[in-house]
Every structure is written in C-alpha cells, then in structure tokens.
C-alpha cells in the first residue's frame, strides 16, 4: 500500500503574541484513495523544537526529535480521510523561521504495518508579515576596461583589439610542460563550458594567434606575466601554477569576448603582470549531510581552478554521516552512513523514507586527489573531532563511555552524546589507524580535525573522563578537549603531518600553535586573536563567507541566517585583514568559502547559493584591495560556469 499512498505536508510560521519565536502549522493532506489510523509523521527541519520540555503542540501527540528530526502522531482514534487534511500546530521552537527554508525539509508516515509512506513538502509559507520576494541580488554591473578577468589581475594595462582570435596557440618551441599546461586548461574548459568555443588549440588555428612560453626564475611562485601583441602573446611564468593561471585569464578573456562582444574584448596590445594576495585560497564542502558523487566533486574542483583557487578543504565527517572509507574500520561507512526510519542514524536535513548513503572508497579519493593536482589545488581533509562525531559512535559503539547516561548532555545542532571521549584510550587507537590511511590517501601537509562546537557541558557526566580530569589536573570540558588536541596533534607529527582546525581549538589551553593553522569562522575578532596567539589563520567567517547564509532578509530568499544576511556585495567587499596589524599580518594565510549543506538539496539552490558570492571570495583572495571594483565584478560574474 505504502508505494500507491500519496500525500502533502504544507507547513506555515506563524507568529505569536509573546512569544518571539512563534510556531508551526502544519497540515497533512491525504491525496490517496485509503483512509489512515494509527499513523505517525516524521519531519526533518533546522527549526527545531525544544525537547527539555514538552512542546506546546496542539491536536497531535510529540513522539520524539533527536538533531532536526521530529515525530508525532494525531490524537487517539484520529481517522484521516481520502481527501481530508490534519493539521497541528507546534509550538516551543528555539528560534523563529525567518527564512523559506526554515520550514520542514522532508517529511514521511510510518503506517501501522511499519512500512514507510513518502510525504512531499515544499517551501515553508509566512503565517503573518511581509512575504514580498527579494530584490535582484546583483546590480546590472558596469566595466571601464572591456576584459573579461575574474579574479582581476595585480596590474593590468591594455588596448582592446577591434576583434578577437578564434584560438589561441602553442609558438614553435613550446616544451612538453608547456603543451600539457595548454592541454589541461582546455579540458578544464571544455567540461565547464561544453557548449562553449574552445579558446586554445594544441595545433596553428587560421585567424589564431600564438602563444611564446617563457620559463622566468625572477618571479615567484604562481606568478606570471602576458605581453600582447597583434602578432602573439608571450607568457612568462614562475612556475606550473602561474603558467596554468596564466592559461586560464586568457581562456577567460576569449571567452568572454565571444560570448559578450558589446562588452569584452580581447587584448590587441598592452601587458599584465599578475601574482595572488594570499597563498590560500580555499572553499569548503560539507559532503556529510548531503552526499555528492565523485563527479559533482571533481566539477565544483574544476569550477575553483577556473577561479585560480587552490585550496578544496573535503569535511568528510558530521554527526549525519561518515564519508571515508578506512579500510580498518569498514563498519565506518556500512553503518555510518546510513540514514532512514529503520537505519542506524535517522532521517536528516531532506532524506525521508528512502534510506540514503553513499561514501568515498579509496580510489575514489585517489581520483579525486590526482584531478585536483592537476589544477594545482591541494585537497585538505577534514574528520570533525572531538564533537560532531554521532555517526562515528554509531558504527563503533565501543568508543562511548558505558556508564554514561545516553543523553547527558546536548549538542548545539540538537544531537546527545556526540563528542569522542578524551579518557577512552581505545579512541586514540583507532583514531590512529584512521590517520594511518589518511597519510596514504592525502599528500596534504595538513590534516583537519574540526575541533569545533563542543558542548560546554560535554563529557561532565563520563566517570572515566571524571577520572582523566582528576589524574591530569584537568578543568572542565575545553581543558579536556586541549588534552585531546595535544594528543591529535603528537599523532599527527609522527605520522609527518600538521593540525588544522576551527578555532575552537584554541580553547582550554589550546595546542602547540607552531605549524598550526586555524580557520577563524564564528566572528572577525576571532581571527585576529588567534594571531596574537600564535596560530596561522585562514578567515572564513560565517558574516561573509558562508555561503549557506541567506543573501537577503527577505522571506523568500533561501538559506541559514544564524550568522545573518550575507548580500553578495559584502561578501565582495569584506576585508578579512583589516584588523591585523603589520607585525601579525603573516599570520593571515588567506581566505575561504564554506559551503555547509543543510540547505542544499537540489543542485538549483546551490547554484542559487553559491554563486555569485564564490568568486566574490576569489577575487577577495587574488586582486589587491585596490584593484577591486564591485560594479566590474558584477558585470563579469555572470559569465561564471554553474555547478
């Protein structure tokens, strides 16, 4: 019966008189030819309700929530018609919905028999207030120099030609290194533009135009230099980096030219000398709450590159799912991944009836590692401990502390219990043998171990963590989370590698801060105190480079706004270094975009997301402050490749 059922849940926010966070109502409309008893209804939605004590619901039953997954039943005897509707109100969120997004994500019936019915939902609808649509998110954009370079160049001084070459070429001469630059940069084209024109040929093109390579030691690394002239371009690099950027501007300005001639040109004449703002350039991928295939990695590594970004940070770990495989512990992505009504983790962030899995076998990662070597980006890995560790403690059930109650204490995001404990000496054990295979799989210098959002009551109620604190001298829950750190990062350097992290992993005494880097994400300050500290810096905050955040407060636009409204244009013109005085200015190794997926569960919204507030990022980490220009960029992000 389960397949042939059909249903709706439409959900609305509603406001309430002394109340800031308001309430749901929810209705179930019953599109079948079946009438339902005895029924249950599960719901996944980041706007959660509080279960220290019992929510104020209305004509349902709450049966339980564990993160952002809730279930009730209709009152007793409640019969529910072909045709007919149930609707409830529930009350006691934590927070007001603010947002299209903030409503239920998925949603699906557990029937009497224990089979599963799939509930459709669809956008979360404003009970009270203004639910006008948002404004255009960028300004029709001007350029005062018709190239079409994003990120913009350090220095760029050039005459627009009247037409533009059909492609350019490899001069005579050119070195194997050199041809399999110019073969990379066009497949990288060619898989992001498949219906563009490809602006570089291995061979002489009629009405092309040449390119002279020149190896130059004098400049550093990933810098280069273009002369333009009508009879061919020189290139100059300092190394395969800048040669590939190089490549890359001038497939962008072809590109651009011959998709947008009343717009952009191509150099006739003129010169660029060009080199980043910062070493990292990085963007994040949260690929635990939602999975996506090798392929959609490899394209959104293809996408940074063309972007001349060089950093992909893979978090691979959450309390939704384990990503990895480790061949050590294959129970890590049997069990740890699997989410569903009858699974060992539940429904999460947009999955319903249907079970959902999907993790990295090893030569996946070795395929996805080698593609973006290839494109000069360096992958970053990343397994989030201590805190965030749900699914690792569902598959090895043996790392909890047995004397401790099964919900001493809650995490931020809503789950019990979620952190790796410090006192079980079985956790560095495997957490060794997981680096092991780590080491083999990421050449990286670096290993990321999160270290963030650790409840501050976490571990208080584990007798043997009680026991580790009285032995060690040890204050508090951040005083053990330092213990572990110190503990992560010894591991680490034995095995030649060195800690990155959030910058929670600063607290309670922190970790040696030689060769460590952090990633400033709560607030700007944040970033600067760290510095002070010691630690190198990487800033990627939520105010300006999350993009999950919403980009205007309107009801209708989607996203997150814990963080608030991230518009495109502040994303653009924030200056993370601003703070940093001259002697600590070393510290700020660069920038990062975080794409964090609750909200992404369809490639649209993450085209919607995403861009253009990604290469506002990379243009942020590339051009000098003086040379940005918001208006430029906004005329030119248009021509950016889509996930």
């Not at 066009?186 to 040449?210: D, E, I, K, N, W």
């Not at 501050?456 to 750190?485: H, V």
Request: glycine share 8%; hydrophobic share 45%.
């Amino acid at each position: 019966m389960a397949t042939a059922v059909q249903f709706r849940l439409e959900n609305a926010w509603h406001p309430v008189e002394g109340d800031d966070c308001g309430a749901f109502v929810f209705t179930l409309v019953n599109l079948s030819d079946v009438a339902l008893v005895d029924f249950k209804l599960a719901y996944t939605s980041l706007t959660r309700v509080k279960d220290t004590q019992e929510p104020i619901v209305e004509n349902a039953v709450f049966l339980k929530r564990n993160a952002n997954f809730h279930q009730f039943a209709p009152p007793a005897g409640f019969v529910l018609e072909p045709g007919a509707a149930w609707t409830f109100r529930v009350g006691g969120l934590w927070r007001a919905a603010k947002h299209r997004t903030d409503g239920a994500k998925s949603a699906y019936l557990t029937l009497p028999t224990g089979q599963h019915a799939a509930v459709a939902v669809a956008d979360l609808m404003l009970g009270g207030g203004d639910s006008a649509p948002p404004p255009p998110l960028l300004p029709e954009g001007h350029v005062s120099q018709p190239f079409a370079m994003l990120p913009w160049p350090a220095s760029a001084e050039l005459v627009a030609g009247e037409g533009f070459p059909v492609a350019l070429y490899p001069a005579s001469g050119a070195s194997l290194v050199e041809l399999r630059a110019v073969e990379n940069v066009l497949r990288l084209f060619c898989r992001l533009f498949a219906v563009g024109h490809a602006p570089l040929s291995l061979a002489p093109v009629h009405q092309g135009r040449s390119i002279s390579f020149r190896a130059d030691d004098s400049l550093s690394a990933s810098a280069y230099q273009l002369a333009f002239a009508a009879d061919g371009i020189t290139l100059a690099y300092g190394d395969v980096a800048g040669l590939q950027y190089a490549l890359t501007l001038l497939a962008q300005m072809l590109h651009g030219a011959r998709t947008q001639p009343g717009t952009f040109r191509f150099p006739v004449s003129g010169s660029i000398a060009d080199q980043p703002r910062y070493d990292w350039r990085g963007c994040h991928l949260d690929v635990s709450r939602q999975f996506y295939p090798v392929s959609d990695v490899k394209r959104l590594i293809d996408i940074l590159a063309w972007f001349r970004m060089n950093t992909f940070h893979w978090h691979l770990s959450d309390d939704e799912a384990w990503r990895l495989e480790i061949r050590a512990f294959p129970q890590l992505t049997t069990i740890g991944v699997l989410r569903g009504p009858d699974e060992p983790l539940l429904p999460q962030l947009g999955n319903g009836a249907e079970p959902v899995g999907g993790f990295y076998a090893q030569d996946d990662i070795r395929d996805i590692v080698a593609h973006a070597a290839a494109l000069q980006v360096e992958v970053v890995p990343e397994i989030d401990i201590p805190g965030h560790s749900t699914a690792m403690l569902v598959a090895l059930p043996e790392l909890v502390d047995g004397q401790e109650a099964p919900d001493s204490y809650r995490s931020v995001q809503g789950y019990p219990n979620n952190a790796l404990n410090p006192a079980i000496e079985y956790t560095y054990e495997v957490l060794g043998k997981v680096f092991d295979e780590m080491v083999e799989l990421f050449p990286s210098s670096l290993i990321h171990i999160g270290g963030d959002e650790v409840a501050a009551n976490t571990w208080m109620a584990s007798p043997l963590a009680r026991k580790l604190m009285e032995q060690e001298g040890i204050d508090g829950t951040f005083g053990l989370q330092s213990y572990f750190m110190k503990r992560i990062q010894k591991m680490l350097a034995e095995r030649g590698r060195k800690l990155a992290g959030w910058d929670e992993v600063s607290h309670g005494g922190g970790v040696d801060p030689d060769g460590t880097l952090l990633m400033a994400w709560q607030k700007p300050e944040v970033g600067l105190e760290l510095a002070k500290q010691g630690y190198d810096v990487v800033m990627t905050p939520g105010q300006a480079y999350y993009l999950d955040m919403v980009q205007d407060e309107s009801f209708q636009e989607p996203g997150g706004s814990w963080a608030g409204t991230v518009p495109p244009k502040h994303t653009y013109t924030y200056e993370a270094v601003a703070e940093f005085p001259a002697e600590l200015a070393p510290r700020m190794r660069g920038v990062q975009a975080c794409i964090w997926s609750e909200h992404f569960l369809t490639r649209d919204y993450f085209n919607h997301l995403v861009f253009p507030r990604l290469p506002a990022i990379a243009e942020a980490a590339w051009t000098p402050k003086d040379n940005k220009d918001w208006l430029r960029f906004a005329a030119i992000v248009r021509l950016s490749p889509r996930y």
